[in-house]
Nanobody
Framework: QVHLEESGGGLVQPGGSLRLSCVGS????????MKWYRQAPGQEREFVAT????????NFSGSVRGRFSISRDNSQNTVYLQMTNLKPEDTAVYYC????????WGQGTQVTVSS
């Protein structure tokens, strides 16, 4: 059974940084690409970033490219989302998931960017 647990969210001022973490279990983490999505109030869940199983391929949405980075530590079954130069429009609940699996998500972690 796939289990994903996000952490690292919080309240940050515009221009600040946060690093989100997601620990996966119940599947062979090192064989799966991973993804981050986010959902703001009243909006649909949207793609943020993805990383291949071995970390050699990454991709980002246009709204975060150049400000966010994604990485992973397969020895710790963990994927990270480093967010810098945060903007109020980045405020959302951030979820991690397994690429190719739209059914299993973590509980999410709230990121609020506000002065």
């Amino acid at each position: 059974q796939v289990h994903l647990e996000e952490s690292g969210g919080g309240l940050v001022q515009p221009g600040g940084s946060l690093r989100l973490s997601c620990v996966g279990s119940g599947f062979t983490f090192s064989e799966k690409g991973m993804k981050w999505y986010r959902q703001a109030p009243g909006q649909e869940r949207e793609f943020v970033a993805t990383i291949s199983a071995h970390g050699d391929f990454v991709n980002f949405s246009g709204s975060v490219r150049g400000r966010f980075s994604i990485s992973r530590d397969n020895s710790q079954n963990t994927v990270y989302l480093q967010m810098t130069n945060l903007k109020p429009e980045d405020t959302a609940v951030y979820y991690c998931g397994v690429r190719g699996d739209d059914d299993n998500w973590g509980q999410g972690t709230q990121v609020t960017v506000s002065s």
